[in-house]
C-alpha cells in the first residue's frame, strides 16, 4: 500500500470511529473507540508530517492528551475532528485529469482524451476539458464557477496544452495561474507549432514538457503515463516492454504533430490581424484609450465577494453578467493575439495582470489622427 492510500485509509477510518462515538464528549469515559482512535492518530500523523507538520504536531500532541486519566479529554477530541476533517478535503477527494488549452487546439486535445481512456478508463468524472463530448461543461453552467469547482472538489492533473493560442486567453492564463497557486500536479504538452522560448507566465520554459515533435518524445510520454497510473493509484505496466502502448503513444504522437504546423499559422496570421482590428468596436476602442491614457499600462482582474472588476488606472468596470465577462474576455484575447497587450503577471489570486506594449500606444495614436 502506496503512502496517500494509506493516509486516506486511515483518514477514512478515523472519521467512521468518531461518527460511531456521538457527540457529546466532555465527562465522557475513555471506551474501545477512543482507544482505536488514538491509534489511528498514532499511525497518521508521521506520514502527513512532511506535507503537513502543523497538522501533524497537533494530532500527535492529541495522541498524547485525548485520553485525560480515563476520560476524553473534549479539547483534544476537537483538534481530532477538525483535524481529520481538513485532511479528508485534501487527501480524499476524487482524482481528476484536468485539460487547459485553447479552443482552437480542439483537435490535439481530442487525440490526448482517446489515449487517456484507454488507460485510465472513459468515465466523465475522471476527466475535463472544454470541448470534448461528456467531458465539457454542461449547458446552461457558468464556465467560471464551475472551473473552481472542479480545483475545489476533485485532486486535479493538470494537463496544459501550450500553443501560440493559448496564451491568447485570459481563461486558459486563469487557469494555468490556479494550478501554480494550488500546487497542483502538472504536466506540459507542447504542440508542433510551439518552442520552448515561446513559454512564459508561471509555468515557463524551464519547466519538463513534452513536445509532440522532438526526439524524447517517446521516453517523456513513458514518463507522463507512469504519472498519470500513479495518480489514479492504477498498476503501471512495464513499457518497455508493453508492445500495445507503443502503438498508441505512436498513433498518438503521429496525429498531434500533423497539427498546427508553422507554416499552415504563418498563412494566416496577417488576414487574422485585419480582421481583428476592424472588428474593434467602438467601446473596444475607448477601453483602449482609457487604458493606454494610464500611467503603469496595467489592467487587474478583481475578484470579490460581490464579483468581478476591472481595474484600469482610476476607473472601475463592474461585471454583472456573463454577457459582461464574454465581452472583456473577448476583448482582452484580441489584445494579445494582435500583440497590444501581454499577461504580466498572476495576483494573489491567480487572476492576470495585462500590460499594454508599445503597439497598442500606437495603434491609439492612430485613432487620434
Same mark, same amino acid.
Given at each position: 500500500?502506496?503512502?496517500?492510500?494509506?493516509?486516506?485509509?486511515?483518514?477514512?477510518?478515523?472519521?467512521?470511529?468518531?461518527?460511531?462515538?456521538?457527540?457529546?464528549?466532555?465527562?465522557?469515559?475513555?471506551?474501545?473507540?477512543?482507544?482505536?482512535?488514538?491509534?489511528?492518530?498514532?499511525?497518521?500523523?508521521?506520514?502527513?508530517?512532511?506535507?503537513?507538520?502543523?497538522?501533524?504536531?497537533?494530532?500527535?500532541?492529541?495522541?498524547?492528551?485525548?485520553?485525560?486519566?480515563?476520560?476524553?479529554?473534549?479539547?483534544?477530541?476537537?483538534?481530532?475532528?477538525?483535524?481529520?476533517?481538513?485532511?479528508?478535503?485534501?487527501?480524499?477527494?476524487?482524482?481528476?485529469?484536468?485539460?487547459?488549452?485553447?479552443?482552437?487546439?480542439?483537435? &490535439?486535445? #481530442?487525440?490526448?482524451? +482517446? @489515449?487517456?481512456?484507454?488507460?485510465?478508463?472513459? /468515465?466523465?468524472? $475522471?476527466?475535463?476539458?472544454? !470541448?470534448?463530448?461528456?467531458?465539457?461543461?454542461?449547458?446552461?453552467?457558468?464556465?467560471?464557477?464551475?472551473?473552481?469547482?472542479?480545483?475545489?472538489?476533485?485532486?486535479?492533473?493538470?494537463?496544459?496544452?501550450?500553443?501560440?493560442?493559448?496564451?491568447?486567453?485570459?481563461?486558459?492564463?486563469?487557469?494555468?495561474?490556479?494550478?501554480?497557486?494550488?500546487?497542483?500536479?502538472?504536466?506540459?504538452?507542447?504542440?508542433?507549432?510551439?518552442?520552448?522560448?515561446?513559454?512564459?507566465?508561471?509555468?515557463?520554459?524551464?519547466?519538463?514538457?513534452?513536445?509532440?515533435?522532438?526526439?524524447?518524445?517517446?521516453?517523456?510520454?513513458?514518463?507522463?503515463?507512469?504519472?498519470?497510473?500513479?495518480?489514479?493509484?492504477?498498476?503501471?505496466?512495464?513499457?518497455?516492454?508493453?508492445?500495445?502502448?507503443?502503438?498508441?503513444?505512436?498513433? &498518438?504522437? #503521429?496525429?498531434?504533430? +500533423? @497539427?498546427?504546423?508553422?507554416?499552415?499559422?504563418? /498563412?494566416?496570421? $496577417?488576414?487574422?490581424?485585419? !480582421?481583428?482590428?476592424?472588428?474593434?468596436?467602438?467601446?473596444?476602442?475607448?477601453?483602449?484609450?482609457?487604458?493606454?491614457?494610464?500611467?503603469?499600462?496595467?489592467?487587474?482582474?478583481?475578484?470579490?465577494?460581490?464579483?468581478?472588476?476591472?481595474?484600469?488606472?482610476?476607473?472601475?468596470?463592474?461585471?454583472?453578467?456573463?454577457?459582461?465577462?464574454?465581452?472583456?474576455?473577448?476583448?482582452?484575447?484580441?489584445?494579445?493575439?494582435?500583440?497590444?497587450?501581454?499577461?504580466?503577471?498572476?495576483?494573489?489570486?491567480?487572476?492576470?495582470?495585462?500590460?499594454?506594449?508599445?503597439?497598442?500606444?500606437?495603434?491609439?495614436?492612430?485613432?487620434?489622427?
Amino acid at each position: 500500500m502506496n503512502s496517500k492510500i494509506q493516509i486516506q485509509h486511515l483518514i477514512t477510518q478515523g472519521h467512521g470511529t468518531i461518527e460511531s462515538m456521538g457527540y457529546f464528549y466532555t465527562g465522557t469515559r475513555v471506551g474501545k473507540n477512543t482507544i482505536k482512535l488514538i491509534g489511528i492518530i498514532k499511525e497518521l500523523y508521521p506520514l502527513i508530517y512532511d506535507s503537513y507538520p502543523t497538522i501533524s504536531k497537533t494530532l500527535a500532541d492529541a495522541s498524547l492528551k485525548l485520553n485525560d486519566n480515563g476520560t476524553i479529554n473534549a479539547f483534544r477530541f476537537g483538534d481530532v475532528r477538525t483535524s481529520l476533517k481538513v485532511l479528508k478535503d485534501i487527501y480524499c477527494r476524487s482524482p481528476k485529469i484536468f485539460i487547459s488549452h485553447k479552443s482552437e487546439d480542439e483537435d &490535439f486535445v #481530442k487525440a490526448l482524451v +482517446k @489515449l487517456l481512456r484507454l488507460y485510465v478508463g472513459s /468515465e466523465s468524472d $475522471k476527466i475535463f476539458c472544454s !470541448s470534448v463530448p461528456n467531458y465539457k461543461i454542461g449547458i446552461g453552467k457558468n464556465i467560471y464557477p464551475e472551473i473552481k469547482a472542479q480545483f475545489e472538489e476533485h485532486e486535479v492533473f493538470m494537463i496544459i496544452i501550450h500553443s501560440p493560442r493559448y496564451y491568447q486567453s485570459p481563461i486558459c492564463l486563469n487557469e494555468m495561474g490556479a494550478a501554480w497557486i494550488q500546487n497542483k500536479e502538472y504536466y506540459s504538452f507542447l504542440t508542433a507549432d510551439c518552442e520552448y522560448n515561446d513559454l512564459r507566465g508561471v509555468i515557463d520554459n524551464k519547466t519538463i514538457s513534452i513536445k509532440v515533435n522532438a526526439k524524447d518524445a517517446t521516453d517523456r510520454m513513458n514518463e507522463f503515463m507512469r504519472k498519470v497510473l500513479d495518480f489514479f493509484n492504477m498498476p503501471k505496466p512495464d513499457f518497455s516492454t508493453f508492445s500495445q502502448w507503443e502503438t498508441d503513444r505512436n498513433e &498518438f504522437l #503521429k496525429e498531434v504533430c +500533423k @497539427l498546427n504546423s508553422i507554416e499552415e499559422q504563418g /498563412e494566416t496570421t $496577417k488576414d487574422s490581424q485585419k !480582421s481583428m482590428l476592424d472588428s474593434f468596436s467602438d467601446i473596444d476602442k475607448e477601453r483602449l484609450t482609457e487604458w493606454a491614457s494610464c500611467d503603469d499600462g496595467e489592467c487587474w482582474i478583481i475578484e470579490t465577494m460581490d464579483g468581478t472588476s476591472i481595474q484600469i488606472g482610476e476607473e472601475e468596470f463592474c461585471i454583472n453578467n456573463g454577457r459582461e465577462r464574454s465581452e472583456w474576455n473577448d476583448f482582452f484575447e484580441r489584445l494579445i493575439e494582435l500583440g497590444f497587450a501581454v499577461i504580466d503577471r498572476p495576483n494573489s489570486d491567480g487572476s492576470p495582470i495585462y500590460k499594454l506594449k508599445k503597439a497598442a500606444y500606437d495603434y491609439v495614436e492612430s485613432l487620434k489622427s
